[in-house]
């Protein structure tokens, strides 16, 4: 076996050379007394009066640009009680390519929850990214990175050496540290950088108590054989100021003789800085209702889970509305009370409450615009290869971005949580609890998905823990390819949809111009502001509503619906779209954006729920029609008066009391006839059997969702009803 850290030193820390004070004043000194790596760190005294702190010039400049880096930052400050709360005098770090050149980042702001490893802060910083950016110090190249620095100004008078720097380390961007070969474990990967003093401590993985802490990407094999095995272990990968990708678990199997196992092991995302767990998130708002041109806020219609500081793309989502923002273009958000945000052009101005965006609210009807926070920095776990074997049992996949699997993985047991999309291919999930979504309305968290006969005895659980967008899909299928699927006992919890296949209307007489009302063939369910898909499942009329197109509901009764652009038009029911009823007289559908599948493969689909799990809510795409339904199967044992079964009896069963032929067939060898049934509710059958020789015999029974099982026995020359 090896483990093999991706990093590279620039410099150890273990003399001055190159050191210097950003005030100047006293130089740097070498600190024997508290160091992370070898034996020193190189440390200075900032005071009240002087923002300041150590840092280091190189050599040689190293491009950070053209292969995004990492510069793995190790910071000391042994009196953490003492940092500002103040950002301008907060925990800082710099990197640039000079002392004039540089961008700044604050790494820690007040004394709170200060996370000690030894006392070490240790943060992934990638420069390119400009969401996290404080400040800038001249013009920084990234091609020619040479220059890190760290500092902070103390709220009190303290130690004469209150802020440290020890060894210099970057990673680039998906890399972090590798385990080839046998007999590999997480903790062979903490050896090889905390416990190597000497050519390792780079930051990767570290330990606290009985958990592992991880900055970058562990990666698991390569090409040639892998073996690695591990159980009860606990992996918190850390978002620090590092972009999507930068973090997470890569695990190749491609050898037909690779074996992968976690058992029992705990994978979670946390954020380094800042705390909290980070999520991904995106929101959308009505840009003449939820635009406040007077204080510059937007006010979102539900819970946004934003806070202050965070980099956000706005999109005009296709409209033309013009409210002072432009399409694609990056903010920073303060948040103003519960709801409402003001958006900065910088992360300064966010914190300072200074500059806010001019914007201006459009005529209405307004259109549904968004803001999505960037970027998505969970932690990620992909595998690739298909010719060894990777099994998860009973493990905690928690706050990550995507999990990525082969057709040689099998997740078994355990929970998925915070997660925002699982690319299953033709893996195994077996028993495993899904749970806090990160999607959004109209979106799956299994997707693509073909193989939904791979997916048994599991939970999904759409409801978001963290916030109160629990939106989205819990699959998407993408292929007709193996229908009727199989739905082995999987439950879906808060998965709505007013019906199995969406909600009818008919163009003619359900459409009411005058109102723009719609009047559904039945009670819809839906509530005001919920998310709908409109269908004209595959006709030509035309009722003023775009196919495929998202819309949003005001319930005016039971039976009556207005459509919007927006969710606050819908929840206000103000700015109703312009129906028009078809000439043809079709039947259109309103689907849910939040049902437990969506249908998108252009064809037709059988699920059949079995094992008392449950018949799912659809969402049918253009060209898709599902049936959903419960299935059991029913098993009739037929044996003679010796207790020996009876190939080839004719068994019928009928309803009862109709007489209405459900199935008919002839037992097995093993004396069986079995068929399957779909359930919707208890129902009572008779059983008829026959065979040469022997008199006719009849059954009663009841099927129910557990299917049903008649075992009787044949008697010659004598007649028998049996109970």
Known sequence: MAVVLDTTRLNDAEATTNWTKITGGKAPTLNPDQFYQGSNSISVKATTTAFDGPEYTHTATTDFSTTPQMWLAKILCPVPGLISTTRTQAFIARIGSSS?????????????????????????????????????????????????????????STLSENIAQDAVDYVQVGQGSIHTGSAGTFNLFRIDDEDDTTNGRAGVIYSIDDELFCTAVLRIGDTNLVEFSDSNQSIVFLSGIVDEGAIGLTVNITNASSDVDFLTCRFKTRNSIFGGNPTKKKHFFDTALDVDGGAETITFAHAHGFTTGDYVQYSDEGGVDTIGLTDTNYYWVRVTGTSPITLHPSRADAFANTNALDLTAATAPGENHSISAEPDNRAFMTVTGTGGAFDADSCIFDTFSSITLTSACTITGGFIISLGNIDLSTGTLDGVSVTSQTTGAGEALLDPLTTPNNIKRSSFNRLNGDFTFGWGHAMRLTSTTGSPFTLDALTFENYWSPADNGWNFHTQTGVEPTTDVITTDAAHGFSDGDAVFYNNEGGTDTVGLTNAAKYYVNAITTTTLSIHATQSA???????????????????????????????????????SINLGDVPSVRNGTGSSTTAQYQVTVTIEVKNTAGNAIEGVRVRVETDPAGTLISQGSTNASGIYTFQYVYTADQDVIVKARLKGYNFIRASATIINTGLIVPFTLIRDEAVNLP
């Not at 006392?119 to 390119?128: C, G, Q, Y």
């Not at 000439?583 to 059949?608: K, M, P, Q, R, W």
């Open 100 to 156: 004039t050149d540089y961008y700044e980042y604050v790494v820690h702001a007040g004394p709170t929850s200060y996370p000690a490893i030894r006392a070490w802060l240790i943060v992934a910083v990638d420069p390119n990214l400009v969401g996290f950016r404080d400040g800038t110090g001249g013009t920084p190249d990234l091609a020619n990175v040479d220059y890190f620095a760290v500092a902070f100004q103390p709220t009190a």
């Open 570 to 608: 819908a929840e206000g029911d103000t700015s109703r779209i312009a129906l028009t009823d078809g000439t043809g007289g079709e039947t259109h559908s309103l689907y849910s954006g939040n049902a437990a599948v969506f249908n998108d493969s252009g064809g037709d689909i059988t699920l059949n």
